[in-house]
Protein backbone atom coordinates (compact mmCIF):
# COMPACT_ATOMS: atom_id res chain seq x y z
CA UNK A 1 0.00 0.00 0.00
CA UNK A 2 1.29 3.39 -0.58
CA UNK A 3 1.97 5.58 2.16
CA UNK A 4 3.45 8.43 0.57
CA UNK A 5 1.96 11.32 -0.66
CA UNK A 6 2.29 14.67 -2.54
CA UNK A 7 0.85 17.80 -1.07
CA UNK A 8 0.64 21.16 -3.44
CA UNK A 9 0.34 24.54 -2.25
CA UNK A 10 -1.76 27.19 -3.86
CA UNK A 11 2.21 29.00 -4.36
CA UNK A 12 3.29 26.00 -6.23
CA UNK A 13 5.69 24.27 -3.21
CA UNK A 14 5.25 21.01 -3.12
CA UNK A 15 5.49 18.85 0.10
CA UNK A 16 5.89 15.24 0.23
CA UNK A 17 3.30 13.51 3.03
CA UNK A 18 4.26 10.12 5.01
CA UNK A 19 0.93 9.26 6.16
CA UNK A 20 1.82 6.13 8.06
CA UNK A 21 4.69 8.39 9.98
CA UNK A 22 1.99 10.98 10.58
CA UNK A 23 -0.52 8.87 11.79
CA UNK A 24 2.02 7.11 14.32
CA UNK A 25 2.97 10.99 15.42
CA UNK A 26 -0.40 11.61 15.85
CA UNK A 27 -1.72 8.19 17.91
CA UNK A 28 1.67 9.00 20.45
CA UNK A 29 0.73 12.68 20.84
CA UNK A 30 -2.53 11.24 21.47
CA UNK A 31 -1.31 8.18 24.17
CA UNK A 32 1.08 11.01 25.44
CA UNK A 33 -2.24 13.62 26.66
CA UNK A 34 -4.10 10.41 27.46
CA UNK A 35 -1.54 9.39 29.73
CA UNK A 36 -1.23 12.81 31.26
CA UNK A 37 -4.67 12.92 31.96
CA UNK A 38 -4.73 9.91 33.87
CA UNK A 39 -1.57 10.02 35.77
CA UNK A 40 -2.57 13.95 37.03
CA UNK A 41 -5.79 11.82 38.40
CA UNK A 42 -3.48 9.21 40.04
CA UNK A 43 -2.92 9.21 43.79
CA UNK A 44 -3.99 9.89 47.49
CA UNK A 45 -6.97 11.76 46.19
CA UNK A 46 -7.82 10.44 43.01
CA UNK A 47 -9.59 12.38 40.24
CA UNK A 48 -11.98 11.52 37.69
CA UNK A 49 -10.32 12.22 34.20
CA UNK A 50 -13.44 14.32 33.37
CA UNK A 51 -12.78 16.38 36.24
CA UNK A 52 -9.34 16.82 35.42
CA UNK A 53 -10.15 18.08 31.91
CA UNK A 54 -12.61 20.19 33.05
CA UNK A 55 -10.18 21.73 36.16
CA UNK A 56 -7.34 22.10 33.32
CA UNK A 57 -9.40 24.77 31.38
CA UNK A 58 -10.30 25.88 34.70
CA UNK A 59 -13.60 24.94 35.49
CA UNK A 60 -12.45 22.76 38.32
CA UNK A 61 -13.56 23.55 42.56
CA UNK A 62 -10.58 24.93 44.62
CA UNK A 63 -9.60 21.89 45.99
CA UNK A 64 -9.00 20.22 42.30
CA UNK A 65 -7.25 23.02 41.16
CA UNK A 66 -4.74 23.32 43.50
CA UNK A 67 -4.25 19.15 43.44
CA UNK A 68 -3.86 19.86 39.47
CA UNK A 69 -2.18 22.77 38.65
CA UNK A 70 0.18 23.04 41.96
CA UNK A 71 0.74 19.21 42.87
CA UNK A 72 0.70 17.14 39.93
CA UNK A 73 0.26 19.10 36.41
CA UNK A 74 3.97 20.22 36.80
CA UNK A 75 5.03 17.03 37.57
CA UNK A 76 3.19 15.57 34.19
CA UNK A 77 4.50 18.38 32.29
CA UNK A 78 8.29 17.83 33.09
CA UNK A 79 7.71 14.37 32.49
CA UNK A 80 6.59 15.10 29.23
CA UNK A 81 9.19 17.32 27.88
CA UNK A 82 12.43 15.23 30.01
CA UNK A 83 10.50 11.99 27.61
CA UNK A 84 10.38 14.67 24.33
CA UNK A 85 14.31 15.25 25.19
CA UNK A 86 15.50 12.50 25.87
CA UNK A 87 13.48 10.92 22.86
CA UNK A 88 14.71 13.57 20.49
CA UNK A 89 18.48 13.40 21.56
CA UNK A 90 18.32 9.70 21.37
CA UNK A 91 17.50 10.14 17.73
CA UNK A 92 20.21 12.97 16.75
CA UNK A 93 22.93 10.49 18.59
CA UNK A 94 21.60 7.43 16.87
CA UNK A 95 21.34 9.41 13.71
CA UNK A 96 24.58 10.98 13.52
CA UNK A 97 26.58 7.59 14.43
CA UNK A 98 24.70 5.70 12.49
CA UNK A 99 24.51 2.96 14.98
CA UNK A 100 21.54 1.73 16.99
CA UNK A 101 23.85 1.86 19.88
CA UNK A 102 24.54 5.57 19.54
CA UNK A 103 22.09 6.36 22.38
CA UNK A 104 23.68 8.98 25.43
CA UNK A 105 23.10 6.35 27.94
CA UNK A 106 25.41 4.53 26.41
CA UNK A 107 27.99 7.44 25.06
CA UNK A 108 28.59 8.90 28.71
CA UNK A 109 26.41 11.82 28.62
CA UNK A 110 23.88 10.55 31.32
CA UNK A 111 27.22 9.91 33.44
CA UNK A 112 28.87 13.06 33.15
CA UNK A 113 25.66 15.14 33.94
CA UNK A 114 25.70 12.61 36.91
CA UNK A 115 29.10 13.96 37.61
CA UNK A 116 28.52 17.31 37.28
CA UNK A 117 25.42 17.01 39.86
CA UNK A 118 27.59 14.90 42.37
CA UNK A 119 30.63 17.49 42.47
CA UNK A 120 27.94 19.70 43.85
CA UNK A 121 26.24 17.55 46.17
CA UNK A 122 29.85 16.39 47.91
CA UNK A 123 31.85 18.77 47.15
CA UNK A 124 29.51 22.04 47.83
CA UNK A 125 26.17 20.46 49.82
CA UNK A 126 24.39 22.83 46.50
CA UNK A 127 21.05 23.51 46.49
CA UNK A 128 18.87 21.50 44.52
CA UNK A 129 19.05 24.68 41.20
CA UNK A 130 22.66 24.54 41.80
CA UNK A 131 22.58 21.11 41.40
CA UNK A 132 20.61 21.00 38.24
CA UNK A 133 23.21 23.59 36.87
CA UNK A 134 25.70 21.22 38.00
CA UNK A 135 24.15 18.27 36.11
CA UNK A 136 24.06 20.65 32.95
CA UNK A 137 27.87 21.47 32.87
CA UNK A 138 28.50 17.95 33.39
CA UNK A 139 27.06 16.99 30.27
CA UNK A 140 28.26 19.64 27.92
CA UNK A 141 31.73 19.30 29.17
CA UNK A 142 31.37 15.03 28.67
CA UNK A 143 30.10 15.94 25.50
CA UNK A 144 32.57 18.18 24.31
CA UNK A 145 35.20 15.62 25.93
CA UNK A 146 33.52 12.84 23.36
CA UNK A 147 33.39 14.94 20.27
CA UNK A 148 37.10 16.47 20.54
CA UNK A 149 38.79 13.02 21.54
CA UNK A 150 36.57 11.14 18.65
CA UNK A 151 37.02 14.21 15.83
CA UNK A 152 39.65 12.71 13.18
CA UNK A 153 38.95 14.93 9.81
CA UNK A 154 35.39 14.20 11.37
CA UNK A 155 33.20 12.35 13.28
CA UNK A 156 32.17 9.14 12.35
CA UNK A 157 29.82 6.72 13.38
CA UNK A 158 31.56 3.89 15.47
CA UNK A 159 34.55 5.75 16.42
CA UNK A 160 32.04 7.91 18.30
CA UNK A 161 30.33 5.05 20.54
CA UNK A 162 33.84 3.76 20.97
CA UNK A 163 35.49 7.05 22.39
CA UNK A 164 31.71 7.17 24.48
CA UNK A 165 32.35 4.10 26.03
CA UNK A 166 35.23 5.10 26.70
CA UNK A 167 34.57 8.31 28.45
CA UNK A 168 31.75 6.63 30.25
CA UNK A 169 34.01 4.04 31.97
CA UNK A 170 35.73 7.29 33.03
CA UNK A 171 33.07 9.08 34.24
CA UNK A 172 31.51 6.33 35.82
CA UNK A 173 34.93 5.40 38.17
CA UNK A 174 34.75 9.36 39.39
CA UNK A 175 31.28 9.13 40.20
CA UNK A 176 31.97 5.89 42.17
CA UNK A 177 35.05 8.05 43.93
CA UNK A 178 32.41 10.91 44.93
CA UNK A 179 30.68 9.04 46.76
CA UNK A 180 32.85 7.09 49.16
CA UNK A 181 33.95 10.99 49.42
CA UNK A 182 30.53 12.04 50.71
CA UNK A 183 29.09 11.84 54.25
CA UNK A 184 25.87 9.46 54.87
CA UNK A 185 23.87 12.14 54.05
CA UNK A 186 25.08 13.44 50.63
CA UNK A 187 25.38 10.00 49.64
CA UNK A 188 22.00 9.19 50.09
CA UNK A 189 21.03 12.32 48.38
CA UNK A 190 23.16 11.68 45.86
CA UNK A 191 21.70 8.27 45.14
CA UNK A 192 18.22 9.14 45.06
CA UNK A 193 18.95 11.98 42.53
CA UNK A 194 21.10 9.20 40.51
CA UNK A 195 17.93 6.99 40.59
CA UNK A 196 16.08 9.15 38.02
CA UNK A 197 12.49 10.58 39.55
CA UNK A 198 9.69 13.05 39.38
CA UNK A 199 9.21 13.25 42.97
CA UNK A 200 8.64 16.96 43.97
CA UNK A 201 8.95 18.29 40.59
CA UNK A 202 7.28 21.79 40.23
CA UNK A 203 6.69 24.71 37.77
CA UNK A 204 10.85 26.03 38.71
CA UNK A 205 11.93 22.95 36.34
CA UNK A 206 9.06 23.20 33.99
CA UNK A 207 9.73 26.95 32.78
CA UNK A 208 14.09 26.28 31.97
CA UNK A 209 13.41 23.16 30.62
CA UNK A 210 10.11 24.59 28.02
CA UNK A 211 12.27 27.42 26.90
CA UNK A 212 15.19 25.14 25.82
CA UNK A 213 13.07 22.64 24.32
CA UNK A 214 11.08 25.75 22.58
CA UNK A 215 14.36 27.15 21.16
CA UNK A 216 16.34 23.62 20.08
CA UNK A 217 13.24 21.91 18.50
CA UNK A 218 12.75 24.10 15.80
CA UNK A 219 16.33 24.68 15.47
CA UNK A 220 16.63 20.72 15.23
CA UNK A 221 14.10 19.99 13.08
CA UNK A 222 14.81 22.82 10.78
CA UNK A 223 18.50 21.00 9.99
CA UNK A 224 16.58 17.62 9.41
CA UNK A 225 17.25 17.41 5.94
CA UNK A 226 20.88 17.53 6.03
CA UNK A 227 20.90 15.05 8.97
CA UNK A 228 18.96 12.75 6.35
CA UNK A 229 21.46 13.18 3.78
CA UNK A 230 24.22 12.88 6.25
CA UNK A 231 22.95 9.34 6.59
CA UNK A 232 23.87 8.50 2.94
CA UNK A 233 27.34 9.32 4.23
CA UNK A 234 29.62 12.43 4.22
CA UNK A 235 30.44 12.16 0.49
CA UNK A 236 26.96 12.00 -0.95
CA UNK A 237 25.61 14.96 1.92
CA UNK A 238 29.11 16.75 0.49
CA UNK A 239 27.80 16.49 -3.42
CA UNK A 240 24.54 17.52 -2.54
CA UNK A 241 25.51 20.49 -0.98
CA UNK A 242 25.62 19.89 2.99
CA UNK A 243 28.07 21.33 5.12
CA UNK A 244 28.44 17.69 7.06
CA UNK A 245 31.03 19.24 9.76
CA UNK A 246 28.56 22.25 10.59
CA UNK A 247 25.71 20.18 10.30
CA UNK A 248 26.61 17.32 13.14
CA UNK A 249 28.03 19.62 15.49
CA UNK A 250 25.32 21.80 15.62
CA UNK A 251 23.02 18.76 15.93
CA UNK A 252 25.16 17.11 18.54
CA UNK A 253 25.23 20.19 20.94
CA UNK A 254 21.38 19.95 20.34
CA UNK A 255 21.46 16.69 21.28
CA UNK A 256 23.86 17.10 24.19
CA UNK A 257 21.65 20.02 25.51
CA UNK A 258 18.42 18.24 25.07
CA UNK A 259 19.92 15.33 27.34
CA UNK A 260 21.93 17.42 30.05
CA UNK A 261 18.84 19.60 30.32
CA UNK A 262 16.72 15.96 30.91
CA UNK A 263 18.82 15.07 33.02
CA UNK A 264 19.07 18.24 35.37
CA UNK A 265 15.46 18.01 35.75
CA UNK A 266 14.38 14.86 36.90
CA UNK A 267 18.06 13.14 37.07
CA UNK A 268 19.65 10.19 34.89
CA UNK A 269 16.63 8.61 33.20
CA UNK A 270 18.00 5.30 32.13
CA UNK A 271 17.29 3.93 28.15
CA UNK A 272 14.09 6.35 27.39
CA UNK A 273 16.95 7.70 24.51
CA UNK A 274 18.08 4.28 23.19
CA UNK A 275 14.73 3.00 22.83
CA UNK A 276 12.30 5.81 21.97
CA UNK A 277 13.43 6.18 18.69
CA UNK A 278 13.85 2.50 17.64
CA UNK A 279 10.35 1.91 19.10
CA UNK A 280 9.92 5.04 16.64
CA UNK A 281 11.91 3.74 13.61
CA UNK A 282 9.91 0.42 13.77
CA UNK A 283 6.55 1.74 13.81
CA UNK A 284 6.80 4.03 11.11
CA UNK A 285 8.71 2.16 9.21
CA UNK A 286 9.62 5.15 7.36
CA UNK A 287 14.01 5.98 7.08
CA UNK A 288 15.64 8.95 7.97
CA UNK A 289 15.70 9.79 11.79
CA UNK A 290 12.33 10.17 12.78
CA UNK A 291 13.05 13.12 14.55
CA UNK A 292 9.18 13.81 15.22
CA UNK A 293 8.09 10.78 16.31
CA UNK A 294 10.92 9.97 18.59
CA UNK A 295 10.38 13.27 20.40
CA UNK A 296 6.48 12.02 20.82
CA UNK A 297 7.66 8.27 21.35
CA UNK A 298 9.51 9.67 24.95
CA UNK A 299 7.18 11.80 25.77
CA UNK A 300 4.77 8.74 25.51
CA UNK A 301 7.14 6.19 27.01
CA UNK A 302 8.17 8.31 29.98
CA UNK A 303 4.18 9.64 31.48
CA UNK A 304 3.40 5.78 30.90
CA UNK A 305 6.43 4.67 32.61
CA UNK A 306 5.68 6.63 35.65
CA UNK A 307 1.79 6.33 36.16
CA UNK A 308 3.50 2.55 36.35
CA UNK A 309 6.14 3.51 39.09
CA UNK A 310 3.01 4.56 40.84
CA UNK A 311 0.45 2.29 40.38
CA UNK A 312 1.69 -1.24 39.51
CA UNK A 313 3.16 -2.06 42.80
CA UNK A 314 0.89 -1.28 45.74
CA UNK A 315 1.59 0.77 47.92
CA UNK A 316 5.01 0.98 47.24
CA UNK A 317 5.90 3.81 44.32
CA UNK A 318 9.07 3.28 42.27
CA UNK A 319 11.68 6.21 41.00
CA UNK A 320 10.50 6.11 37.11
CA UNK A 321 14.57 5.75 36.50
CA UNK A 322 13.69 2.26 38.24
CA UNK A 323 10.71 1.27 35.70
CA UNK A 324 12.73 2.24 32.51
CA UNK A 325 16.13 0.73 33.44
CA UNK A 326 14.04 -2.40 33.56
CA UNK A 327 12.37 -2.07 30.20
CA UNK A 328 15.44 -0.59 28.88
CA UNK A 329 17.68 -3.03 29.78
CA UNK A 330 14.99 -5.81 28.55
CA UNK A 331 15.13 -3.82 25.09
CA UNK A 332 18.69 -3.58 25.01
CA UNK A 333 19.44 -6.87 25.17
CA UNK A 334 17.25 -7.55 22.63
CA UNK A 335 18.77 -5.17 19.93
CA UNK A 336 22.22 -6.39 20.88
CA UNK A 337 21.00 -9.97 19.71
CA UNK A 338 18.83 -8.82 16.87
CA UNK A 339 22.22 -6.94 15.68
CA UNK A 340 24.09 -9.69 16.14
CA UNK A 341 21.93 -12.62 14.40
CA UNK A 342 21.86 -9.69 11.70
CA UNK A 343 25.82 -10.02 11.32
CA UNK A 344 26.14 -5.67 12.16
CA UNK A 345 28.26 -6.22 15.62
Not at 75 to 92: D, E, K, N
Not at 148 to 174: D, E, M, N, P, Q
Not at 269 to 281: I, K, M
Not at 307 to 318: I, K
Request: charge should be positive; proline fraction near 4%; aromatic fraction near 6%.
Amino acid sequence: MKTNRAVRTPGGLSVRLDVRALTVVVLLLLAALTASVVLIGTGDFPIPAGDVLRTLVGEGNAGQEFIVTELRLPRVLVGLLVGASLGLGGALFQSVSRNPLGSPDVLGLGQGATAGALTVIVLFSGTANQVALGALAGGLVTGFAIYALAWKRGVHGYRLVLVGIGVSAVVTAVNGYLLTKSDIVDAARAVVWMTGSLDGRDWDQVWPLLALCAVLVPLVLANSRGLRMMEMGDDVSYALGVRVERVRLLLMLSAVLLTASATAAAGPVSFVALTAPQLARRLTRSPGPNLVASLCMGAALLVTADWVSQRAFGAEQLPVGVVTGVLGGVYLLWLLVTERRAGRI
